[in-house]
T-cell receptor, first 109, second 116 residues
Framework: GIQVEQSPPDLILQEGANSTLRCNFS?????LQWFHQNPWGQLINLFY???GTKQNGRLSATTVATERYSLLYISSSQTTDSGVYFC???????????FGKGTHLIIQP | DTEVTQTPKHLVMGMTNKKSLKCEQH?????MYWYKQKAKKPPELMFV???????INESVPSRFSPECPNSSLLNLHLHALQPEDSALYLC???????????????FGPGTRLTVL
């Protein structure tokens, strides 16, 4: 199956800082999603981005499908951005999402 | 509305109990999924129901059995579970499993299961 690697595993920043989270995947994908999991376990959709670039407020994401990686940018971090960020992909077999191990982000006031 | 609901929010059960988790969506989605998430780990796919066909992750033990009574509901029946089955169980749905763009998955809040 597809392998998904996320980096860094942990990130501690001060409020107001910018950050870049990376997701590498081992094969071509039809679906790539970024999620934020809050402390209560809810997975919140951030982006559906199998290719290209998207922006939503302080968040943006870029996927370079030919090079098999995706980046999530968070600007002007707020304490509410804390949590675990997952990248998840689905290959051509349409067999459900495979998740990376996540990046645990802590934003300190 | 991109809402997937799950009940109950929390469940504590003994190893001899039979219980069920419920997942519901009213978005007209045609594919529904169960994932299992252990503490400090990523979610792992258990089952996919798409166009009334079930796909199973072969590593899932038979003490978990999904049921899809209609296109909006997906249940997960639990029987003779083990303490290591304690986890967060997440349900998701997508409009279509096969079409690009329509395969965006939306997750419910999860059921936190504890097996004693």
């Amino acid at each position: 199956g597809i392998q998904v690697e996320q980096s860094p595993p942990d990130l501690i920043l001060q409020e107001g800082a910018n950050s870049t989270l990376r997701c590498n995947f081992s094969d071509s994908v039809n679906n790539l999603q970024w999620f934020h999991q809050n402390p209560w376990g809810q997975l919140i959709n951030l982006f559906y981005i199998p290719s290209g670039t998207k922006q939503n407020g302080r968040l943006s994401a870029t996927t370079v499908a030919t090079e098999r990686y995706s980046l999530l940018y968070i600007s002007s971090s707020q304490t509410t951005d804390s949590g675990v960020y997952f990248c998840a992909v689905e290959g051509g077999g349409a067999d459900g999402l495979t998740f990376g191990k996540g990046t645990h982000l802590i934003i300190q006031p | 509305d991109t809402e997937v609901t799950q009940t109950p929010k929390h469940l504590v059960m003994g190893m001899t109990n039979k219980k069920s988790l419920k997942c519901e969506q009213h978005m007209g989605h045609r594919a529904m999924y169960w994932y299992k998430q252990k503490a400090k780990k990523p979610p792992e796919l258990m089952f996919v129901y798409s166009y009334e066909k079930l796909s199973i992750n072969e590593s899932v033990p038979s003490r978990f059995s999904p049921e899809c009574p209609n296109s909006s509901l997906l249940n997960l029946h639990l029987h003779a579970l083990q303490p290591e089955d304690s986890a967060l169980y997440l349900c998701a749905s997508s409009q279509d499993q096969w079409e690009p763009g329509a395969d965006t998955q939306y997750f419910g809040p999860g059921t936190r299961l504890t097996v004693l």
